[in-house]
C-alpha cells in the first residue's frame, strides 16, 4: 500500500473511538499511561488534520471558542511554568493540551454534513456499548471483591485502596442520558404486539441495569445530581410543552425503569451479601456511615482554603495538581487532606489562576447559552424534543459539571475525554453561522505548534517514565542497588514525581548521607511546599548529628504537614531531647497535648483509615516519651496509647480476616 492512498482520516476516527472506549475500561483512564497515549492520539489527529487530511483541517470553528480553548492551553502551561511544585502537574498540562485538540477536531468533524452525523453516531454507538459493558465489569467486581461500593471499571486491582466509586458515579451521570437516547431513538412502542413489549423489556433492562449500578454507588452527591438532570430535562421540556407535556408517554418508561434499577440494586446486593457486607443505605442517607459527615465538613473547609491560597497567587495560581502540597499548611483537621479542592472552578482558579477561570466560563457559557436558545426556540419541533439528542447530550454535560461543584473527579481520561467529545458534538448541532470564525491558516499554525509540543514532550517524558517505573518497581522488590541505577538513568526526566525521595530514602538505609540530602536538596529545589521532603532532611540531619539543622528542618516540616504525620512531631521531640532541650519540649507541651488529642480522636473513630497506617505507632511513641518526661501524667498519656494500638490491632485484624476477592 502506497503512503499517499493510506485513508488518514478514518485511522484518525477509529484512533478516537478506540481511545474513547480503552479509557473507559482500563482503570477509567486514571493512570498516568493513559494521558500519554491521549496525547498522543490527540496530537496525531491534529497534525493529520493540519497536513495530510486539510479537508478536515480547513474548515472554521468559532473564533470565541477557539480563542478561549487555546488560551486556557497557553495559560496552563504558563502555570506550570511559574509552579512551586513543578516535579508534579505536568500530565495536566498534557491533558489540558490534549483535550483542548480534539475539541477543535470533533467540531470540525461534526461540522461536515455528510460524514458528520455518520460518525456522531458511530461515536455514541461505540460509547454506549463501553457503558454495558463497563457496567457488567463493575457488577461482577462489586459482588466478588471486598469493596462495599460498586466503581465499575473505575479501580486499579494492583492496590487495595484504589477504588474511585464517586468517580464511577460521576461517569454514570454522563453516561444514563447518552444511553437513554441511544436506546429509544428508533424505537416506537405499540402495545398491541408482544415483540414491541419484549423489544421494550430488553431495552429497559439495559438502562435499569445502568440507573442499578448508579444506586449501587452509593453516591449522596450523584443521586442529588441526577435529580436535579431530571429537573432540568423536565424544565425544558415543560417550557415548550405547557399543557401537552408528554405525561403519557414518560410515565410508562420511568416506572419501567424504577423497577428494573431497582430490583438490580437488590438483586446484586443479595448476592453480594453471600460473600461479603452490604453496606446500609439508611447509614448512608443519614450521614451515620463510617465516614460520618466529615466529607461534607472537609468539602467546606477545601473551598475555603482554595480561596485563601488563590488570593495568594491570583494571576497563575499556584501550579496545576499544586493543591495536595500546599494546602496542608491550612489543614485544620487530622488528615483533612485531598489532591484537589472538591470543586472545578476552586481548582482552576487556585492552580491556574483568575485568568484561566475566566476562559473556562466563556467556554462553557458559549456552548451552554447557545443551546439553551436553541433548545426553546420556536424552530424545534415539541415533538421531537423530550428524547432528542440535543437535550440529553445537554442533561448529560450538565450533570457532569454540577457533580464536579463538589467533588471533581476530571482527571479521569474515561470521564473527561467523553466530556469533552460530547461538548464539541453539541456545538455541531447548534447553528453557529452567526458566529465570527477563526482564519484557518492562524488555527493550523497555533494547533499544529501545541501538537508538536505536545507529542515531543510526551515522547521525551515517556521514555523517562518508563525508566523510572523499573526502579520503582524494583524499589519494592527490596533490590536498592538496582533501584538506584535505574532512578540515575532517569535523572533527566522532568516530571520526576517522587522520585528524588525514594532515591534519598535507598541512600539513607545505605548511610550515604551526603547523597541523600544531595537528593532532597534537588527535590525542593522543583518543589519547595512539599513536607515530606523537610522531614526526610530533618532525618538526614539528625542521624548525622546536625541537630540544629535538624531541628530547623522538622519544624518546617511541622508548619506544613503537623496533621498529616506524627513522625514530625516525634522528631522535634527526638532532637529537643537529643540536645537536652528539655525546657522546649515544656514549652510545647501545651501545643503537643493538642495535637495528641486531635488524633487520638481520629485514630479512635479511625478517620480516613488512620488506624492502619504509620501514625498510630508514631503517636503511640510520643505518647511514651511523654509519660517518661512528665511521671505525674504518665497513666493519661498511656491510657491514650492503649486504648489507641488496641483500636489499631482491631481495624488491622478486621481487614486482615476480610475474606479475599475471588477476582484477584
Known amino acids: 500500500m502506497k503512503f499517499k492512498n493510506i485513508d488518514w482520516s478514518t485511522i484518525c476516527k477509529w484512533a478516537v473511538l478506540i481511545l474513547l472506549s480503552v479509557s473507559i475500561l482500563w482503570r477509567g483512564g486514571k493512570s498516568l499511561d493513559m494521558t500519554w497515549i491521549l496525547t498522543g492520539v490527540a496530537a496525531m489527529v491534529t497534525i493529520i488534520s493540519h497536513t495530510i487530511n486539510r479537508r478536515t483541517g480547513d474548515r472554521e470553528v468559532p473564533l470565541l471558542l477557539w480563542a478561549a480553548v487555546m488560551g486556557f492551553v497557553v495559560l496552563t502551561a504558563l502555570s506550570y511554568w511559574a509552579s512551586t511544585t513543578q516535579n508534579y502537574g505536568l500530565d495536566e498540562v498534557l491533558r489540558t493540551g490534549a483535550l483542548g485538540l480534539l475539541f477543535m477536531w470533533i467540531i470540525r468533524i461534526g461540522s461536515d454534513e455528510k460524514e458528520g452525523p455518520l460518525y456522531m453516531n458511530k461515536l ?22 471486598p469493596v462495599n461500593r460498586a466503581v465499575g471499571t473505575f479501580f486499579d486491582y494492583r492496590f487495595h485502596t484504589d477504588y474511585w466509586p464517586n468517580a464511577w458515579a460521576e461517569f454514570l451521570l454522563l453516561a444514563w442520558p447518552i444511553l437513554l437516547y441511544w436506546i429509544l431513538q428508533d424505537f416506537k412502542f405499540n402495545s398491541k404486539e408482544d415483540r414491541s413489549r419484549v423489544e421494550l423489556l430488553i431495552r429497559s433492562i439495559i438502562l435499569g441495569l445502568v440507573f442499578g449500578c448508579l444506586l449501587l454507588a452509593y453516591s449522596r452527591g450523584a443521586m442529588l445530581v441526577f435529580f436535579a438532570q431530571i429537573g432540568l430535562w423536565a424544565a425544558i421540556v415543560y417550557k415548550k410543552t405547557q399543557k401537552d ?20 440494586f437488590l438483586s446484586v446486593n443479595s448476592l453480594r451479601s453471600q460473600y461479603y457486607e452490604v453496606q446500609n443505605v439508611q447509614e448512608k442517607v443519614t450521614f451515620t456511615a463510617s465516614e460520618g459527615t466529615s466529607s461534607v465538613s472537609e468539602r467546606g473547609q477545601f473551598w475555603a482554603q482554595s480561596l485563601n491560597l488563590a488570593l495568594q497567587k491570583p494571576l497563575l495560581g499556584w501550579g496545576p495538581y499544586s493543591f495536595r502540597f500546599v494546602q496542608p499548611q491550612l489543614q485544620k483537621d487530622v488528615l483533612a487532606t485531598s489532591d484537589h479542592p472538591h470543586n472545578v472552578l476552586l481548582k482552576i482558579l487556585m492552580e491556574r489562576g483568575v485568568f484561566a477561570l475566566a476562559l473556562f466560563f466563556v467556554l462553557i457559557g458559549i456552548v451552554s447559552y447557545r443551546s439553551a436558545v436553541v433548545l426553546l426556540s420556536k424552530e424545534v419541533e415539541v415533538g421531537t424534543l423530550t428524547f432528542s439528542i440535543r437535550i440529553l447530550m445537554m442533561v448529560s454535560l450538565f450533570g457532569v459539571l454540577l457533580h464536579n461543584m463538589i467533588d471533581f473527579n476530571l482527571q479521569f481520561v474515561g470521564i473527561v475525554l467523553p466530556f469533552w467529545l460530547f461538548f464539541g458534538m453539541l456545538m455541531t448541532y447548534l447553528d453557529i453561522s452567526s458566529l465570527q470564525r477563526v482564519p484557518a491558516r492562524i488555527a493550523r499554525i497555533v494547533e499544529l505548534l501545541i501538537a508538536t509540543l505536545l507529542l515531543i514532550i510526551a515522547l521525551y517524558e515517556g521514555g523517562y517514565l518508563v525508566v523510572s517505573s523499573v526502579g520503582r518497581l524494583a524499589e519494592a522488590r ?14 533527566g526526566e522532568f516530571f520526576k514525581r517522587d522520585l528524588l525521595l525514594s532515591t534519598a530514602q535507598i541512600h539513607t538505609h545505605r548511610s550515604d548521607f551526603a547523597e541523600a540530602e544531595k537528593a532532597v536538596d534537588a527535590y525542593m529545589d522543583a518543589n519547595n511546599q512539599d513536607f515530606r521532603a ?11 548529628g546536625q541537630k540544629e539543622k535538624a531541628l530547623d528542618a522538622y519544624m518546617s516540616a511541622y508548619q506544613k504537614g503537623k496533621w498529616n504525620d506524627l513522625g514530625v512531631l516525634l522528631g522535634i521531640v527526638e532532637v529537643h531531647l537529643a540536645m537536652d532541650n528539655k525546657d522546649e519540649i515544656q514549652k510545647l507541651r501545651p501545643e503537643i497535648d493538642g495535637v495528641i488529642q486531635k488524633y487520638s480522636t481520629a485514630i479512635l473513630s479511625n478517620t480516613h483509615f488512620i488506624a492502619v497506617s504509620p501514625n498510630v505507632e508514631e503517636f503511640i511513641a510520643i505518647l511514651n516519651t511523654m509519660a517518661r518526661l512528665y511521671p505525674d501524667d504518665a497513666p493519661r498519656y498511656q491510657v491514650m496509647a492503649a486504648k489507641a494500638d488496641h483500636h489499631a490491632l482491631v481495624e488491622r485484624q478486621r481487614i486482615e480476616s476480610r475474606p479475599p476477592g475471588f477476582l484477584w
Open 124 to 145: 455514541l454507538q461505540v460509547f454506549c456499548c463501553t457503558v454495558i459493558v463497563a457496567c457488567v465489569i463493575g457488577i461482577l467486581v462489586y459482588i466478588f471483591q
Open 534 to 544: 523537610l522531614k526526610r532532611l530533618g532525618e538526614i540531619a539528625l542521624i548525622r
Open 478 to 491: 527490596g533490590e536498592e542497588e538496582v533501584a538506584l541505577v535505574w532512578y540515575g538513568r532517569a535523572s
Open 245 to 264: 407535556f408528554p405525561i403519557q408517554k414518560v410515565v410508562p418508561i420511568a416506572v419501567i425503569l424504577l423497577a428494573v434499577s431497582t430490583i438490580t
